[in-house]
């Protein structure tokens, strides 16, 4: 069974997926922050930004897991596949590092303001 295709979805998947966690997130926390907001005295410690940090880490190491095996098909298929792959693997490790741009801030900034 193949783990990584060629297929050309891979180019536009990664920001597919980053986009998809963006609009979760921010979601959720705007969902969260009417039903049952955190204790204002509970600082950045709360199960909100756990849950944010959570699926934060969970998104960048499946994207940067996809970037890898991308970069590792690269290096035993044929030339026509390589592109597509070598694109693949640059935009998967671009959402990587845009979903920790956007949800490393979890751990410092107090939601529900």
């Known amino acids: 069974m193949k783990i990584v295709s060629t297929h050309p979805w891979h180019i536009t998947a990664g920001l597919v997926i980053w986009a998809v966690w963006f609009v979760a997130i921010y979601g959720g926390l705007s969902v969260a922050c009417v039903v049952s907001p955190p204790p204002p005295d509970s600082g950045v410690f709360n ?46 490790l671009v959402g990587c590092l845009a979903t920790l741009a956007v949800g490393v801030p979890t751990m410092v900034i107090v939601p529900c303001l």
Do not use: G, P
């Open 47 to 92: 199960w909100i930004n756990a849950a944010l940090m959570i699926s934060t880490l969970v998104t960048s190491a499946y994207l940067a897991w996809c970037a890898l095996l991308c970069w590792r098909r690269m290096q035993d298929s044929v030339k026509q596949a390589r592109f597509t792959l070598r694109l693949a693997a640059a935009v998967y």
